[in-house]
């Protein structure tokens, strides 16, 4: 008998732990971090790359290079091509030269058959005669300048299709050199220097590791007692009975529900769906991408 009694008591002591720490929290979930796996963004051998997994990097920093000497022999080409272009341009000054002397004698002649036929020493058809000469060399000035004008527009206009592809190889070889995009730890390191590479290709995953994301999972009951922004705590098991609180932030609120998880367990087992929250969380450099952790929501 005293011994039923030592049991009985035994398990309402353990029923009633169980029950207070089934309640302590009001979701769980894992922790995740913005990754982002940087590729290749050109074709070639890559010629250094100086990370290491572990690495913390700065956003804009150049961390390598891609062999970029075909693109290098294509850009001074396509220059040489564009100063053969343009050294076809005519000179107009001096093309239409000798029709404007022609034009100038032409004027000149005028005036003189002019005072020659006031004179009556000149009859009138010879002055139509040099006006209608006069004419004509207008005609061919204008039509030649015409012509220099076009050949010469079309010369810049194919200058400038080069320009054009110039750019492109600049473009080209700006994206021979490897820059990180965010702030952050290097977490995978897929390639080395020395090796064949082309556009597309993985070389490193990095991820801002100094703010976490806790995703959590809440039942619909809880929705009326969160919102955005609001603080909630975290905490975090370490082990050995240590456990450690966090000021967390509700960053985002799912708008549909979904299956529970079955690796999740919420305040409300009962649930057969859930919503989805992230939680922003500081990182003081102990928490890591995968770690489970706990959320209270401040009452």
């Known amino acids: 008998m005293k011994y039923k009694i030592i049991s009985l008591v035994t398990l309402t002591f353990f029923l009633f732990s169980c029950k207070d720490t089934k309640n302590e929290n009001d979701a769980s979930g894992t922790f995740e971090a913005t990754e982002v796996i940087v590729s290749a963004e050109a074709s070639g051998q890559i010629l250094a790359l100086n990370i290491n997994e572990g690495d913390l990097l700065k956003e804009d920093q150049q961390v390598g290079t891609i062999d ?4 290098h022999l294509n850009k001074t080409q396509l220059s040489q091509n564009k100063k053969a272009i343009l050294s076809g341009r005519p000179d107009v000054s001096v093309q239409i030269a000798s029709l404007q002397e022609e034009l100038k004698n032409a004027i000149s ?19 139509d005669d040099a006006n209608t000469r006069i004419t004509v060399l207008q005609s061919k000035i204008d039509a030649q300048k015409s012509m220099l004008n076009t050949t010469t527009l079309s010369l810049n206009e194919q200058g400038s299709t080069v320009n054009a592809q110039m750019a492109q190889i600049n ?10 995009p965010i702030n952050g730890t290097v977490l995978v390191k897929y390639s080395n220097a020395f090796e064949m ?25 809880q929705l009326s007692q969160i919102k955005l922004n609001q603080k909630v705590k975290v905490f975090v098991d370490f ?6 609180e966090y000021s967390g ?6 708008d549909k529900s979904e299956f529970t998880p079955k690796t999740i367990q919420t305040k409300d ?9 992230k939680i922003a969380v500081p990182n003081d450099g102990y928490l890591k991408i995968g770690m489970y952790g706990e959320i209270k929501i401040a009452q």
């Open 68 to 71: 970029s000497t075909q693109l």
């Open 109 to 127: 002649d005028k005036k003189r058959i002019a005072n020659l036929v006031a004179g009556d020493v000149a009859s009138k058809k010879q002055l």
């Open 171 to 180: 473009d080209q070889l700006k994206k021979c050199n490897i820059i990180n």
């Open 197 to 221: 590479t082309m556009v597309g290709r993985p070389l490193y995953k990095i991820a801002d590791v100094k703010n976490m994301i806790l995703r959590g999972y809440i039942t619909s009951s």
């Open 239 to 244: 082990g050995k009975e240590e456990k450690k």
């Open 249 to 254: 932030t509700i960053s985002w609120i799912s």
């Open 269 to 277: 087992e009962r649930a057969n769906s859930v919503y989805a929250v």
